[in-house]
Protein backbone atom coordinates (compact mmCIF):
# COMPACT_ATOMS: atom_id res chain seq x y z
CA UNK A 1 0.00 0.00 0.00
CA UNK A 2 1.48 3.70 -1.29
CA UNK A 3 1.49 6.25 1.70
CA UNK A 4 2.11 9.73 0.43
CA UNK A 5 3.45 12.48 2.91
CA UNK A 6 2.43 15.56 1.91
CA UNK A 7 0.10 14.32 -0.76
CA UNK A 8 -1.94 17.21 -0.19
CA UNK A 9 -0.81 19.24 -2.86
CA UNK A 10 2.35 20.29 -4.98
CA UNK A 11 4.91 17.19 -6.00
CA UNK A 12 2.95 15.01 -3.46
CA UNK A 13 -0.52 15.41 -4.45
CA UNK A 14 1.16 14.77 -8.03
CA UNK A 15 2.69 11.49 -6.92
CA UNK A 16 -0.89 10.51 -5.03
CA UNK A 17 -2.59 11.45 -8.04
CA UNK A 18 -0.25 8.91 -10.77
CA UNK A 19 -1.12 5.95 -8.17
CA UNK A 20 -4.54 6.63 -8.78
CA UNK A 21 -3.97 6.98 -12.32
CA UNK A 22 -2.85 2.63 -11.88
CA UNK A 23 -5.63 1.79 -9.70
CA UNK A 24 -3.66 1.91 -6.65
CA UNK A 25 -5.54 3.46 -3.84
CA UNK A 26 -2.85 5.73 -1.92
CA UNK A 27 -3.25 7.13 1.79
CA UNK A 28 -2.40 10.50 1.93
CA UNK A 29 -0.97 12.28 5.29
CA UNK A 30 -0.71 16.11 4.71
CA UNK A 31 -2.44 19.31 7.27
CA UNK A 32 -3.89 21.05 4.05
CA UNK A 33 -5.78 20.25 0.64
CA UNK A 34 -7.19 17.01 0.43
CA UNK A 35 -5.78 14.02 2.42
CA UNK A 36 -7.04 11.07 4.44
CA UNK A 37 -5.34 11.30 7.61
CA UNK A 38 -3.77 14.53 9.66
CA UNK A 39 -0.52 14.34 10.54
CA UNK A 40 2.53 17.74 11.35
CA UNK A 41 5.44 15.77 10.40
CA UNK A 42 7.39 18.12 12.66
CA UNK A 43 5.54 16.86 15.87
CA UNK A 44 6.24 13.38 17.29
CA UNK A 45 3.00 12.88 18.67
CA UNK A 46 1.10 13.43 15.34
CA UNK A 47 3.46 11.19 13.30
CA UNK A 48 2.73 8.47 15.63
CA UNK A 49 -0.77 9.27 15.55
CA UNK A 50 -1.29 9.20 12.13
CA UNK A 51 0.39 6.02 11.80
CA UNK A 52 -1.72 4.27 14.35
CA UNK A 53 -4.53 5.67 12.14
CA UNK A 54 -3.27 4.60 8.99
CA UNK A 55 -2.64 0.87 10.25
CA UNK A 56 -6.29 0.50 11.75
CA UNK A 57 -8.16 1.98 8.64
CA UNK A 58 -5.45 1.03 5.99
CA UNK A 59 -2.93 -1.09 6.74
CA UNK A 60 0.58 -1.25 6.81
CA UNK A 61 2.52 0.75 3.70
CA UNK A 62 5.23 -0.49 2.18
CA UNK A 63 5.66 2.30 -0.01
CA UNK A 64 6.46 5.79 1.42
CA UNK A 65 6.93 8.62 -0.68
CA UNK A 66 7.69 11.61 1.75
CA UNK A 67 7.50 15.18 0.08
CA UNK A 68 6.18 17.48 3.07
CA UNK A 69 8.61 20.51 3.22
CA UNK A 70 8.60 24.39 3.35
CA UNK A 71 10.70 26.84 1.50
CA UNK A 72 12.66 29.32 3.06
CA UNK A 73 15.02 32.54 1.87
CA UNK A 74 17.14 34.11 4.22
CA UNK A 75 20.90 35.56 4.78
CA UNK A 76 22.35 33.22 7.88
CA UNK A 77 23.21 36.85 9.80
CA UNK A 78 19.56 37.52 9.79
CA UNK A 79 18.08 34.14 10.48
CA UNK A 80 16.68 33.88 14.31
CA UNK A 81 16.43 30.55 16.14
CA UNK A 82 13.03 30.22 15.33
CA UNK A 83 14.00 30.08 11.79
CA UNK A 84 16.18 27.22 12.21
CA UNK A 85 14.02 25.24 14.47
CA UNK A 86 10.72 25.91 11.73
CA UNK A 87 13.03 24.81 8.88
CA UNK A 88 14.79 21.92 10.35
CA UNK A 89 11.77 20.59 11.90
CA UNK A 90 9.44 20.26 8.67
CA UNK A 91 12.59 19.67 6.35
CA UNK A 92 14.85 17.62 8.38
CA UNK A 93 13.04 15.90 12.06
CA UNK A 94 9.89 15.37 9.91
CA UNK A 95 10.48 13.11 7.26
CA UNK A 96 12.76 11.01 9.68
CA UNK A 97 10.15 11.20 12.01
CA UNK A 98 7.57 9.79 8.99
CA UNK A 99 10.76 7.09 7.82
CA UNK A 100 11.57 5.89 11.68
CA UNK A 101 7.62 5.21 12.21
CA UNK A 102 7.03 2.97 9.19
CA UNK A 103 10.29 1.59 9.04
CA UNK A 104 9.71 0.07 13.05
CA UNK A 105 6.28 -1.13 11.99
CA UNK A 106 7.57 -3.07 8.80
CA UNK A 107 10.55 -4.32 10.83
CA UNK A 108 7.92 -5.23 13.59
CA UNK A 109 5.84 -7.20 11.29
CA UNK A 110 9.03 -8.63 9.37
CA UNK A 111 7.82 -7.06 6.20
CA UNK A 112 9.92 -5.11 3.57
CA UNK A 113 9.61 -2.02 2.22
CA UNK A 114 10.75 1.33 -0.03
CA UNK A 115 11.29 4.94 0.97
CA UNK A 116 11.66 8.00 -1.05
CA UNK A 117 12.06 11.51 0.45
CA UNK A 118 12.27 14.61 -0.83
CA UNK A 119 15.40 16.07 -0.76
CA UNK A 120 16.74 19.02 -3.17
CA UNK A 121 19.45 20.16 -5.32
CA UNK A 122 20.34 22.86 -2.71
CA UNK A 123 21.29 20.05 -0.60
CA UNK A 124 24.47 20.11 -2.35
CA UNK A 125 24.38 23.11 -4.07
CA UNK A 126 25.56 26.89 -2.65
CA UNK A 127 22.65 29.37 -2.45
CA UNK A 128 23.85 32.31 -0.23
CA UNK A 129 20.31 33.37 0.43
CA UNK A 130 19.21 29.80 1.44
CA UNK A 131 21.22 28.92 4.09
CA UNK A 132 18.41 26.81 6.45
CA UNK A 133 16.97 25.09 3.62
CA UNK A 134 20.19 24.10 2.49
CA UNK A 135 21.55 22.88 5.18
CA UNK A 136 18.15 21.02 6.17
CA UNK A 137 17.95 19.24 3.03
CA UNK A 138 21.51 18.23 3.51
CA UNK A 139 20.85 16.84 6.41
CA UNK A 140 17.95 15.10 4.89
CA UNK A 141 20.45 13.68 2.45
CA UNK A 142 22.64 12.21 4.36
CA UNK A 143 19.57 10.95 6.80
CA UNK A 144 18.37 9.05 3.68
CA UNK A 145 21.84 7.45 2.99
CA UNK A 146 22.17 5.96 7.00
CA UNK A 147 18.55 4.81 6.75
CA UNK A 148 19.58 2.90 3.85
CA UNK A 149 22.31 0.94 5.41
CA UNK A 150 20.77 0.66 8.63
CA UNK A 151 17.17 -1.22 7.63
CA UNK A 152 19.16 -2.83 4.49
CA UNK A 153 19.26 -6.12 6.24
CA UNK A 154 15.14 -5.55 7.14
CA UNK A 155 14.63 -5.41 3.43
CA UNK A 156 13.84 -2.16 3.77
CA UNK A 157 15.00 0.03 0.70
CA UNK A 158 15.32 3.93 1.20
CA UNK A 159 16.50 6.47 -1.15
CA UNK A 160 15.82 10.08 -2.27
CA UNK A 161 14.90 12.84 -5.06
CA UNK A 162 17.02 15.69 -5.59
CA UNK A 163 14.59 18.10 -7.24
CA UNK A 164 16.49 21.25 -8.97
CA UNK A 165 13.07 24.73 -9.11
CA UNK A 166 10.04 23.06 -9.80
CA UNK A 167 6.77 24.58 -10.42
CA UNK A 168 4.83 24.01 -7.24
CA UNK A 169 3.14 26.30 -4.52
CA UNK A 170 6.41 26.29 -3.10
CA UNK A 171 7.06 29.16 -5.60
CA UNK A 172 4.56 31.43 -4.48
CA UNK A 173 3.19 34.11 -6.74
CA UNK A 174 7.02 34.26 -8.52
CA UNK A 175 6.29 34.80 -12.54
CA UNK A 176 7.70 31.79 -14.20
CA UNK A 177 8.28 33.94 -17.62
CA UNK A 178 10.20 36.75 -16.36
CA UNK A 179 12.52 37.56 -12.99
CA UNK A 180 15.14 35.16 -11.19
CA UNK A 181 13.05 32.25 -12.81
CA UNK A 182 13.82 33.16 -16.49
CA UNK A 183 17.89 33.23 -15.33
CA UNK A 184 17.09 29.74 -13.64
CA UNK A 185 15.70 28.73 -17.30
CA UNK A 186 18.67 29.50 -18.82
CA UNK A 187 20.78 27.99 -16.28
CA UNK A 188 19.71 24.75 -16.81
CA UNK A 189 20.58 22.19 -19.31
CA UNK A 190 16.91 21.16 -20.59
CA UNK A 191 16.09 24.91 -20.38
CA UNK A 192 12.72 24.88 -18.71
CA UNK A 193 11.67 24.75 -14.79
CA UNK A 194 10.65 21.66 -13.30
CA UNK A 195 7.66 20.11 -13.01
CA UNK A 196 5.66 18.21 -10.72
CA UNK A 197 5.62 15.22 -13.11
CA UNK A 198 8.72 14.93 -13.96
CA UNK A 199 9.48 14.60 -9.89
CA UNK A 200 6.50 11.48 -10.13
CA UNK A 201 8.38 9.85 -12.59
CA UNK A 202 11.35 9.88 -10.54
CA UNK A 203 9.91 8.73 -7.38
CA UNK A 204 8.02 5.94 -8.84
CA UNK A 205 11.67 4.73 -10.74
CA UNK A 206 13.21 4.39 -7.38
CA UNK A 207 10.12 2.41 -5.41
CA UNK A 208 10.37 -0.02 -8.76
CA UNK A 209 14.44 -0.39 -8.38
CA UNK A 210 15.22 -3.51 -6.37
CA UNK A 211 18.69 -3.04 -6.42
CA UNK A 212 19.13 0.66 -5.81
CA UNK A 213 19.31 2.02 -1.95
CA UNK A 214 20.80 4.92 -0.51
CA UNK A 215 20.82 7.35 -3.30
CA UNK A 216 19.79 10.84 -3.97
CA UNK A 217 18.77 11.03 -7.20
CA UNK A 218 19.16 14.68 -8.72
CA UNK A 219 15.75 15.50 -10.91
CA UNK A 220 16.68 18.71 -12.23
CA UNK A 221 16.69 18.96 -16.06
CA UNK A 222 20.42 19.21 -15.70
CA UNK A 223 20.08 22.55 -13.55
CA UNK A 224 22.83 21.57 -10.96
CA UNK A 225 25.40 20.55 -14.23
CA UNK A 226 25.48 24.78 -14.65
CA UNK A 227 28.67 26.35 -13.35
CA UNK A 228 29.45 29.46 -11.84
CA UNK A 229 32.87 29.67 -13.97
CA UNK A 230 31.46 30.15 -17.59
CA UNK A 231 33.99 31.91 -20.15
CA UNK A 232 32.76 29.93 -23.01
CA UNK A 233 28.90 31.43 -21.91
CA UNK A 234 30.66 34.78 -21.55
CA UNK A 235 32.57 35.08 -24.77
CA UNK A 236 29.02 33.78 -26.44
CA UNK A 237 27.08 36.32 -25.17
CA UNK A 238 29.47 39.03 -26.00
CA UNK A 239 29.54 38.20 -29.16
CA UNK A 240 26.04 37.07 -29.33
CA UNK A 241 25.52 41.35 -27.91
CA UNK A 242 27.89 42.82 -30.26
Same mark, same amino acid.
Given at each position: &?? =???? +? ?21 ? @?? !?? %?? @?????? #?? %? ?22 ? !? ?6 ? =? ?8 ? /????? $??? +? ?8 ? /? ?36 ? &?????? !? *? ?8 ? $? ?8 ? %? &? ?17 ? #? *????? /? ?12 ? =? ?17 ? %? ?8 ? !? /????
Amino acid at each position: &MP =LVVG +GGSGIGRAIADSYRAAGAAPVVW @DI !AG %PH @DVTCDV #AD %PRSVDDALAATLERFGLPDQLSVT !AGIGHSGL =LVDESVEDWD /RVMGV $NTK +GPWLVMRAVA /RALIAEKRTGSMVATSSVSAHLVDRAMGLYCASKSALS &MIVKVA !A *LEWAPFGIRV $NAVGPGVTET %P &MLGRAPTDGGWLQGVKART #A *LGRLG /RPEDIVAAVLALHD =LSWVTGQVLDCDGGLSLHS %PIDAFGEAER !A /RAGS
